[in-house]
Each structure stands twice: as structure tokens, then as C-alpha cells.
């Protein structure tokens, strides 16, 4: 089964930007809708965004217009553009098939602070 590993999360200050990947470590994520979620010390793990297989995308309320999913097949890659950060989108994002609650990566930390 498909297993991931993510990337790219940093410090940044609000309104800046940063591109997070998952990446197949093994597998591919070529049948699957992949998801990234989020978690903050002390609270359950949240959806953040999701892109079926047919690269539907979509989004919590929360990131609408801030973040954007993309998908390449052939780079066994998830990605998430997140833009406009705001100091409440700090956190670790996870990165796993739609649904699947087993196999989670270790995480790339996000911290927005001035």
C-alpha cells in the first residue's frame, strides 16, 4: 500500500507562503484520493484538502482560497501551495489516502508567527 512522506513546512510570517509535498515512498498514489490534514497539539487531526484520482479538488472552509492541491501522477507527488498564511494555519500537516486512519508520515511542521 501506499505510504508518504512530507516536506516543505518552515517558519514564516504571516500573509507569506510555502509549498508543502507528499511524497510516495512506496507505491503509487495514481488510483487514490489523497488528503492533507492537520493537527495542533491537544486537538484531533483535521482535513485540509483533498484531489480525487480525476484531480478534483477540494477544501475546508477555513483554507478556500488560500491553499491549492495539485497531483502529479508521474512524480508520485501530492502537493499543497498554501498562501496567505495566517498564524491559526500552524501545525503539523500530514499527508495520507483519503480515509485511510493507518500509515501516517511523521509530518512537516508549519509555524506562521510575526
Known amino acids: 500500500q501506499v505510504q508518504f512522506v512530507e516536506s516543505g513546512g518552515g517558519s514564516v510570517q504571516p500573509g507569506e507562503s510555502l509549498r508543502l509535498s507528499c511524497a510516495a515512498s512506496?507505491?503509487?498514489?495514481?488510483?487514490?484520493?489523497v488528503a492533507w490534514y492537520r493537527q495542533v497539539p491537544g486537538k484531533p487531526r483535521e482535513i485540509v484538502s483533498w484531489?480525487?484520482?480525476?484531480?478534483?479538488?477540494n477544501y475546508a472552509d477555513f483554507v478556500k482560497g488560500r491553499f491549492m492541491i495539485s497531483r502529479d501522477n508521474a512524480e508520485n507527488t501530492v502537493y499543497l501551495q498554501l498562501y496567505s498564511l495566517k498564524p491559526e494555519d500552524t501545525g503539523t500537516y500530514y499527508c495520507?489516502?483519503?480515509?485511510?486512519?493507518?500509515?501516517w508520515g511523521q509530518g512537516t511542521q508549519v509555524t506562521v508567527s510575526s
Open positions: 495520507n489516502v483519503l480515509g485511510r486512519d493507518y500509515y
Open positions: 512506496q507505491g503509487a498514489i495514481e488510483p487514490s484520493a
Open positions: 484531489i480525487t484520482s480525476s484531480n478534483n479538488a
